[in-house]
């Protein structure tokens, strides 16, 4: 399974950069900055555990924080990287190792993590649990961690304009509900996890995590990907509206349970 989902993000490095420029994936982009500006520490040492292709490492870079970058991707690494020196930037280290491999890791060595990808594609209960608990011993006492999961709930309303077709079996739907799904490759664009926001909570709460809040990402906004584009388009500025209120209200508790992505924050 891990040698897919490395398969998959190297084949698809040029395209996670791409993905969160376009009119729907920005608002899940600025919610994460939203609430990284909202309960991560001012300054310190951050390690951004699945950082793609480093988004999030170049804007915490900018401003002020040490990052060092982990990816199971090289072609990932690479483009964060090259993304970081042309922003004249300089992150403090990069591992191309899976989330799994956090052993070599100290204790309390990071003021923030973020944890965004990993636990989208493990299958195994054990194995989530052996990264949420490496990320809970190696964050420093009080220290903050953004902890990420793909939302059945969401996804459901998002299907309704995506992959309608596979709930021609009408079973289908109480699985969505029940969460705790596990896709192949072969069912989805690579090997992956998706689960339900109390099943979620529980987990990272069993890891030793204190939450402090959780948020969908895409708050009232999701499954809006056509009309979102539309607004872009043809109505910028109107766009702009609709993002402010959506990152502002992301962590309400009538829109935070069916987004695609759960943000989970949590303290040590």
Sequence with gaps: MIDDVKKYYNEAAEYEWNRLNNPYSKIEYNSTVYLIEKYFPKQGH???IGSGPGRYSVMLLQNGYNVSLLDISSNELDIAKRKIEEADLKAEDYYCKSALELDSFENDTFDGILLMGPLYHLHGEKDRLKVLRDSHRILKKDGIAL???INTWGCLKSAVSEFPEVF??????QRYINGDLKFSPEESFTA???????LAITEVEKAGFNIVSYAGAESFLASLNIQMKNLYTY????YENFMVAAVESCELSQYRDATEHLHIIVKK
């Design 46 to 48: 951050i390690l951004d």
């Design 147 to 149: 902890i990420s999961y």
């Design 168 to 173: 021609k079996d009408t079973e289908h739907f």
């Design 192 to 198: 992956t996890y998706f689960t339900t926001p109390p």
């Design 235 to 238: 109505m910028p500025q109107i």
